[in-house]
């Protein structure tokens, strides 16, 4: 079983950092691999949060920087020169974190399942890596932690096009009942179905593969593979054969992603944070406490299991679904 560590005083988080070894990263470069939120978003990990993480990282003399990579769609965050001025905007300098900030938008393809998944040149470059998650719902997955951190951001914008591409459904005709079920779950309205009509808005259509999920007619297949299951596919690509040292924040969970300006409403109370080495392990923890306090939050909020990845994950040797969970 796979050891994952909760706490709710970020006094602990130095004792809970040494449970996986921290003293290894020692005189590394590391990528601290963080969402910095999207424009008008509220709830994504603050500086001050990341600052405390990036103090105790210097205490073991790792030589920590804040990572990510650029988006498919329209805004700031789709080019490197336009994240950097939002991770200003939002706080993340050397002058407020105590560390450099990094961009990428070019990838090194690595294959996973016999896909290949072009994964950011500074994850393919660095041995040892450190993810800080902020756990929140979201409308393609049900929820997004330490698995999408790496599964979408760790990847270019390219792979993340080609990712939901494959999610987007394919119509069988013959097997539709035109229940509407896929138009009622379908989050950016891509859908109508009428009596004997079916019809897919394409330009609307996010690839998140909700619709192909709901069909309980089998009238609806994936481009290529399950959304969840290439997101896992991604994730393994960026951390295989890595060190890697997860912090997942179980605060101001909302209903939706940290890249969406509209993710009201806060769907649970917060949690605390979990440290763990394996990221399926952490996310299973993730998922486990917050429905202990709000059931199936996720799915009610987003009509999808979140549980999907973290199957997905464990099938592909991405990590364990079991785990030990110690408090301190």
């Known amino acids: 079983m796979k050891k994952v560590i909760f706490f709710s005083d970020l006094e602990k988080l130095h004792e809970a950092l040494k449970s996986f070894n921290i003293q290894t990263f020692a005189g590394k470069k590391v990528p601290v691999k963080l969402h910095m ?3 008008k978003n509220k709830y994504y990990s603050k500086p001050d949060f990341v600052k405390l993480v990036i103090d105790e990282l210097k205490k073991d003399n790792v030589d920590p920087y804040l990572f990510d990579t650029t988006v498919a769609y329209p805004g700031l965050r789709h080019s490197k020169s336009g994240y950097h001025k939002l991770a200003k905007m939002h706080g993340f300098t050397l002058g407020k974190v105590g560390c450099n900030v990094a961009i990428d938008d070019k990838g090194i393809p690595i294959t996973v399942e016999n896909r290949d998944y072009e ?16 756990v929140k719902g979201h409308v393609a997955t049900g929820m997004g932690g330490a698995i999408k951190n790496f599964g979408m951001g760790g990847v270019t914008k390219e792979t993340k096009i ?4 494959g999610s987007k459904p394919m119509y069988q005709k013959d097997a539709c009942t035109y229940c509407g079920v896929c138009a009622e779950v379908c989050p950016f309205n891509a859908l109508k179905v009428k009596e004997n009509f079916w019809k897919l808005n394409t330009g609307s259509c996010f690839g998140c593969g909700v619709c192909v999920d709901a069909c309980k007619d089998n009238a609806l297949t994936y481009t290529d593979a399950d959304f969840q299951y290439v997101l896992a596919c991604a994730a393994k690509a960026c951390v295989q054969d890595k060190n890697v040292i997860y912090l997942n924040e179980l605060k101001r969970i909302s209903r ?11 769907i649970c109370p917060d949690i605390g944070y979990l440290v763990s080495d394996d990221p399926v392990a952490i996310d299973k923890a ?4 917050i429905h202990d306090v709000k ?34």
Request: hydrophobic share 35%; with cysteine.
């Open 162 to 165: 080609k990712m939901h591409h």
């Open 295 to 328: 059931e199936n939050v996720f799915e009610k909020e987003n009509k999808v299991s979140p549980f999907k990845q973290i199957t997905y994950g464990e099938d592909i040797g991405l990590g364990s679904s079991s785990y030990a969970l110690i408090e301190l």
């Open 256 to 266: 939706s992603c940290d890249c969406d300006p509209f993710a009201d409403p806060i």
């Open 37 to 39: 939120g999207e424009i």
């Open 286 to 289: 993730s998922l486990d406490l």
């Open 119 to 134: 994964v950011a040149e500074h994850l393919v470059e660095s041995t040892h890596i450190f993810a800080i998650s902020h």
